[in-house]
């Protein structure tokens, strides 16, 4: 389980992300793609990146309040170039309020180019107790939405 992220996401373990840094408004992931994350271009398929972009939006927005959970609310992603090797996504808390997480982000390739750039709005919510059934793996505690 990814412990490190506060809450187990099936999809982000499933993807293989590595939290770096969690804390104080920014964030750090790390990402070595698998080969059936690649596109048909042998990169790593956009929606894997922008996947990586909305975790790494959503610990940043997380980092000031850990116990909290975010749901993405609208994203915009621009692509600069494709993305090779093992990626990092580097997260920043642009300004919140008490209900509203507005971030930024950026994915360096292996080479610490970058790839795309994100802006994002989360929402903050309370997050849902942990449901009784702890021998399910995705029940083992609550999750936070980052879709």
Known sequence: MQESFGAYI???EHLGFEMVFFDDGQSELRYT???EHLN??????GGA???LLDVTLATAARS???AVGVVTIEMKTSFMQPARGTLTGKGRLIHRTRSMAFTEGTVFDADGKVCAHATGTFKYV?????PDDA???AHASPEISTD
């Not at 309370?126 to 942990?130: D, E, F, G, K």
Request: no cysteine; aromatic share 8%.
């Open 40 to 45: 048909s271009f042998n990169v790593t398929h």
């Open 135 to 137: 021998q399910h793996p």
């Open 64 to 66: 000031v309040d850990k």
């Open 10 to 12: 099936p999809f982000v």
């Open 33 to 35: 793609p698998e080969p």
């Open 126 to 130: 309370t997050r849902a107790p942990a």
């Open 49 to 51: 990146v922008m996947t």
